[in-house]
């Protein structure tokens, strides 16, 4: 009889659709950085405190996890307590109480990061969908000997002392705009789902866009993506000040591209935009010889194509973005020189072939009347960043075609 029970049931299980396979995909994340003085969060705010941070997510799925960073740590980090829950109102502290979850870490609610590390949560087993709002609560006990952040937030982050993770309502919470420890969130996927990373400077980080809103050309771009049903998470990698060779308020992007793109889950595509401040900052700062000009853009050249051949070789299709016009900026004064520098540099991202696709932001944003300037219409005001109108416009830029095209085999 258990012979023939067996028997059975293997019959039965072998009429069983076999289950889809799945991986973890990055549905946010933002590049880690070491604060400077004005962005860093005081330390009792990390004594016996609480932070409630609100990411915008693009991909949902039914399991999760969070990526928390001591990345830039010199020291280890503890982790005393942490949770998540779905947020109630954009710019507000509260969660949606049925929704909020312990989140641990081997099974344990508190964990031990070493310095220059980063430790994911165990996967919570909880439905998130596109476009979520996810609030990620933390306790420390104590400050971290070097902070790890993301000083370009766009978002609002509330502090609370004491252990508050489990609380769902936080009165008269303190806040900043700065991402603290967090530096990915991924979701359970279908193997042909993948992810986008847009990585660059001020310009991709949201530079003025109102905190709270989404409304950065990355988030436009996973709606447009959204209301084309096409699924792919899209993660935003900018760093305000950036440069492509050289650190600024952040580290270089040749030197963080493998943990910035690299590294993030389920990465598929990959988009650069950079090199405003690479001009700017040589100019602004030193004698703009025509020796030192030819010799940066032939060092931006070359970083590009590093960046082509690591994406390559992970199979990551590499998208390069023109650099978007900055005459009239009061920041960096730019001279013809200088604007006859950056049109080299447009002409040769477009033709050199290195990049399996071209998001032209420059021949978006630029005035026809002078194509050293930005439009009027997407100027944000600096003739340096777009405007919310100029942020839609690149989202609207960006080729889809190439989006939905593979470049080898998946890592």
């Not at 994340?29 to 693009?58: F, K, M």
């Not at 040749?254 to 405003?276: E, K, Q, Y």
């Amino acid at each position: 009889m258990a012979g023939l029970m067996q028997t059975a049931a293997a019959g039965s299980s072998a009429h069983a659709p076999a289950p889809t396979p799945s991986h973890w995909v990055a549905t946010w994340g933002a590049a880690q950085q070491i604060p400077d003085a004005n962005n860093e969060l005081a330390a009792e705010h990390w004594r016996d405190a609480s932070l409630r941070q609100v990411v915008h997510l693009t991909l949902g799925g039914k399991q999760f996890r969070v990526r928390v960073s001591n990345v830039y740590g010199t020291a280890p980090l503890t982790l005393d307590a942490a949770s998540v829950a779905l947020a109630q109102t954009a710019g507000e502290a509260g969660v949606q109480p049925p929704t909020l979850r312990a989140l641990t870490f081997g099974g344990r609610a508190s964990v031990t990061i070493p310095a220059g590390g980063e430790y994911y949560s165990d996967a919570v087993a909880m439905e998130l969908k596109p476009a979520a709002d996810l609030a990620i609560s933390l306790y420390f006990k104590g400050e971290p000997a070097r902070q790890t952040s993301h000083s370009g937030a766009r978002a609002t982050t509330f502090l609370a002392k004491g252990n508050r993770v489990m609380d769902a309502a936080w009165a008269d919470a303190g806040k900043v705009t700065r991402w603290y420890a967090i530096s990915d969130v991924e979701v359970q996927a279908p193997r042909n789902v993948g992810a986008l990373v847009a990585i660059g400077d001020s310009i991709t980080d949201g530079y003025g866009v109102p905190s709270d809103t989404n409304t950065r050309w990355t988030d436009v771009l996973a709606a447009r993506l959204r209301d084309n049903k096409d699924t792919l998470g899209v993660i935003n990698a900018g760093i305000g000040g950036g440069r492509l060779l050289k650190d600024g308020l952040g580290p270089n992007l040749v030197s963080r591209f493998d943990r910035d793109v690299l590294s993030r889950a389920g990465v598929t595509h990959a988009l650069v935009m950079i090199g405003v401040n690479d001009f700017g900052i040589q100019h602004r700062n030193g004698p703009d010889t025509p020796a030192d000009r030819q010799q940066l853009l032939a060092d931006l050249k070359a970083g590009y194509r590093q960046l082509a051949e690591r994406a390559h070789a992970h199979g990551i299709c590499l998208i390069g973005g023109t650099v978007t016009p900055y005459v009239g900026s009061d920041y960096y004064h730019p001279e013809p020189e200088n604007e006859a520098d950056r049109q080299e540099l447009n002409q040769w991202i477009r033709t050199a072939g290195v990049f399996d696709a071209i998001a032209d932001f420059d021949a978006t944003l630029r005035d026809p009347a002078q194509p050293s300037r930005i439009k009027p219409v997407y100027d944000g005001g600096d003739h340096l960043h777009p405007s919310l109108a100029g942020y839609r416009a690149l989202a609207e830029t960006v080729p889809l075609a190439a989006l939905r095209r593979q470049c080898g085999a998946a890592k």
